[in-house]
């Protein structure tokens, strides 16, 4: 889709409304917005700036044109404030030098262009250095909405967000890695306080947990080199569990919305919130954590589960809706756990359907991952679930990747600003028979 869009014509986005314009734009230079409040608020900065850029240039009374470009969601004001820094205004008070050795040249070419004589080097982008850390923490701030109770809190969040940047910095200018970090929502936390809220897969209670000794897939000889089960129409959009500890809801829900899908036909997003509210008997204890195949003992004995339009979420523990618990709208017949320590069975799960999967989520790598093969460091601590989606082999084309890296397709429960629009994509393979952040050590599936 990104690739059509860097190749849709001029004359198609002509064509095209203001909105599929932004649409477009968007996917070009992957802009994801916040909320629909930001994403309005960009449409009409777009949608002024492309109004005064096209009557510019009907006029044609200037010997240059103007266009649409990555700024063409910012205000004026907005564009100069992070990027324009020459400091003009001190000019006179600085002694400038009294030599200018070109001073008695007489004859000049009518033209050079120094690029054509091998002397300018490529062009380069400066993003937004220019702008100081604390302006760079106002920005973020403002995009994320976040507001501090005092002084001296913005002050502490302030050292954290700037310890967090320069660490990404430092990360993305080695470039020995397949994968980049960036700045998201999270990079005003320490990696301690990132995980306290989010990761709580009890992976500390496995041990004692009986497994299934069935797995339907064993036999299973041929598998797909590659499988999205985005494009197949069996996964939801990216949501975000926000501080509320529920990740094995988030994870369980994804698989069963996907094996929902390819029973019946129908993609469905389920209610997360009524395993929160209602599963509260055992292991699960909503905010503060529980294990997936757990989640699907509920959802049998409960015959299903309702909508998230019925039973929203909210990010709390809450009271369990009886009534709108007894509502199905999907059920599964059973679950199954796949063979521990083994990579090669989670793919022959995965090539049949989406499958819930624990990991380490604690590093701080994790925290600020943005985008390419995810190769860690992590450990085998189990402290999160998530939904395996997919599998494939990368060919992003960068130094570190362009050598066919294989990897695992991971949805996430952490929203759209984190990593790629909510995914991450994990080393697949690895010399560990647990697999990479032990992803193959208690994975499971629902049945229907």
Request: aromatic share 12%; net charge negative.
């Amino acid at each position: 889709m990104a690739f059509w869009a860097l190749q849709v014509s001029s004359r198609t986005l002509q064509d095209a409304s203001m909105y599929e314009r932004h649409e477009q734009w968007m996917l070009r230079y992957g802009k994801v917005y916040k909320d629909p409040q930001e994403r309005e608020k960009r449409f009409r900065i777009f949608k002024d700036n492309v109004n005064y850029i096209e009557a510019f240039n009907n006029a044609n009374n200037k010997p240059y044109k103007l266009g649409i470009n990555q700024f063409s969601d910012l205000t004026n004001e907005e564009f100069i404030a992070s990027r324009n820094r020459f400091k003009g205004h001190v000019c006179s008070s600085i002694t400038r030098t009294t030599t200018f050795k070109y001073e008695n040249v007489t004859t000049v070419p009518s033209s050079i262009d120094w690029r054509q004589k091998g002397a300018v080097t490529p062009i380069k982008d400066q993003g937004q250095c220019d702008a100081s850390m604390y302006e760079r923490h106002e920005q973020w701030m403002l995009r994320y909405d976040k507001v501090y109770k005092d002084p001296q809190e913005r002050e502490k969040r302030f050292k954290i967000f700037q310890d967090n940047v320069n660490y990404i910095e430092a990360f993305n200018n080695a470039n020995n890695k397949p994968y980049k970090l960036g700045i998201n929502q999270f990079s005003d936390l320490t990696n301690e306080e990132f995980i306290a809220p989010r990761n709580k897969f009890k992976g500390h209670m496995c041990s004692s947990i009986t497994r299934t000794t069935t797995f339907k897939y064993e036999n299973v000889t041929a598998v797909p080199s590659s499988i999205d089960w985005r494009q197949k129409g069996a996964v939801t959009p990216i949501k975000d569990q926000g501080q509320c500890g529920c990740c094995w809801a988030f994870s369980a829900v994804a698989a069963t919305e996907g094996i929902h899908k390819l029973s019946t036909g129908k993609l469905i997003s389920l209610s997360e919130q009524e395993l929160v509210d209602c599963d509260t008997k055992g292991v699960d204890q909503g905010c503060e954590g529980g294990l997936m195949d757990d989640a699907f003992k509920f959802i049998i004995q409960n015959n299903g589960l309702n909508t998230e339009a019925s039973y929203p979420y909210k990010g709390v523990d809450g009271k369990c809706n009886a009534n709108e618990a007894g509502n199905h709208a999907a059920t599964i017949t059973g679950y199954e756990d796949i063979p521990a320590n083994n990579e090669k069975a989670l793919q022959k799960a995965v090539a049949n359907q989406p499958v819930s999967v624990a990991i380490d989520a604690s590093g701080s790598d994790f925290q600020h991952y943005k985008s390419g093969v995810f190769t860690g460091s992590c450990g085998t601590e189990l402290d999160h679930g998530v939904t395996a989606v997919g599998y494939g082999v990368s060919n992003d084309g960068t130094e570190y990747c362009n050598d066919g890296t294989e990897y695992w397709l991971i949805k996430n429960s952490w929203g759209t600003e984190w990593g790629e629009e909510g995914y991450i994509r994990m080393q697949r393979d690895v010399t560990a028979a647990e697999g990479l952040c032990g992803i193959a050590m208690q994975a499971s599936y629902p049945t229907a």
